[in-house]
C-alpha cells in the first residue's frame, strides 16, 4: 500500500498549535482594499483558529487523524 499524501494546499494553509488547535489566516485582504475600514482590515491581518466543525476535515487533509 502506497503511503498516504498530505494534501499540498492545506500544508500551505494551517499551522498547527502547540495545545493542538490549528491556525489559519483570515481571507479577503488581498485585493479591494479601499472600501474596507481600517478596522476591518486590521483584524483580517491576524490569523484565527479553525472553527470546531471543520477541524476534522482539516486534520484529515493535514493526515493528522
Not at 498549535?17 to 474596507?36: E, Y
Not at 476591518?40 to 493526515?63: P, Q
Amino acid at each position: 500500500m502506497p503511503k498516504m499524501k498530505t494534501n499540498s494546499s492545506a500544508k500551505k494553509r494551517f499551522r498547527l498549535t502547540a495545545s493542538g488547535k490549528i491556525k489559519r489566516k483570515h481571507a479577503f485582504k488581498s485585493h479591494i482594499l479601499t472600501k474596507k475600514s481600517k478596522k476591518r482590515k486590521k483584524a483580517l491581518t491576524k490569523s484565527g483558529l479553525v472553527h470546531e466543525t471543520d477541524e476534522n476535515n482539516v486534520r484529515h487533509m493535514l493526515r493528522l487523524k
